[in-house]
T-cell receptor, first 113, second 113 residues
């Protein structure tokens, strides 16, 4: 199916473990984004990518790593999960950055215990 | 500091009534302003996107207005339906940063029968 999909939808992991959240889009959009959503905050940008092999930090990048070897995939890795990284994570894509429409995935709810 | 403030934080209305949500922003330089609808447990979905030169845009029963001089926007919902129950998020794009969308915290709307 066309669109943007995230996996898994739900994940529980232990403190200190590495976990990777996947994001895949079928539109060949240049830009992809990772956000986290927490109570009391608007969505906050973790990392974004303007094209394959080009990534840049957002507002809250500490503790996260991204890669973009292919245009359609943008995985987010928590190298050593902490309880403060318990959140809902959203991936988004857009054709040309903030000048064009952004489409969001359905989210991944991550709990770090 | 680039910020987006929304009011009210939450709102309860009866089915069939109209309502207006407010958004004030300090993002500069401004690129565009978007309104998103986010159902519980889902990713945000775009309702409208307006550039500097646009002062109103409609999408069915949703009408957004923009006053770029006062840096204010509103989202008016006409003849509300139960399915309008959701969070409505105001988002402002920053012209100099393609990765930088500034999100408000949202207004949680509950439509009661």
């Amino acid at each position: 199916d066309a669109g943007i999909t995230q996996s898994p939808r739900y994940k529980i992991t232990e403190t200190g473990r590495q976990v990777t959240l996947m994001c895949h889009q079928t539109w060949s959009h240049s830009y992809m984004f990772w956000y986290r959503q927490d109570l009391g905050h608007g969505l906050r940008l973790i990392y974004y990518s303007a094209a394959a092999d080009i990534t840049d930090k957002g507002e809250v990048p500490d503790g996260y790593v991204v890669s973009r070897s292919k245009t359609e995939n943008f995985p987010l890795t928590l190298e050593s999960a902490t309880r403060s990284q318990t959140s809902v994570y959203f991936c988004a894509s857009s054709e040309q950055g903030t000048n064009t429409e952004a489409f969001f995935g359905q989210g991944t709810r991550l709990t770090v215990v | 500091k680039n910020q987006v403030e929304q009011s009210p934080q939450s709102l309860i209305i009866l089915e069939g009534k109209n309502c207006t949500l407010q958004c004030n922003y300090t993002v500069s330089p401004f690129s565009n302003l978007r309104w998103y609808k986010q159902d519980t447990g889902r990713g945000p979905v775009s309702l409208t996107i307006m550039t500097f030169s646009e002062n109103t845009k409609s999408n069915g029963r949703y009408t957004a207005t923009l006053d770029a001089d006062t840096k204010q926007s509103s989202l008016h919902i006409t003849a509300s339906q139960l399915s309008d129950s959701a969070s409505y998020i105001c988002v402002v794009g920053h012209r100099r940063s393609q990765g930088n969308l500034i999100f408000g915290k949202g207004t949680k709307l509950s439509v009661k029968p």
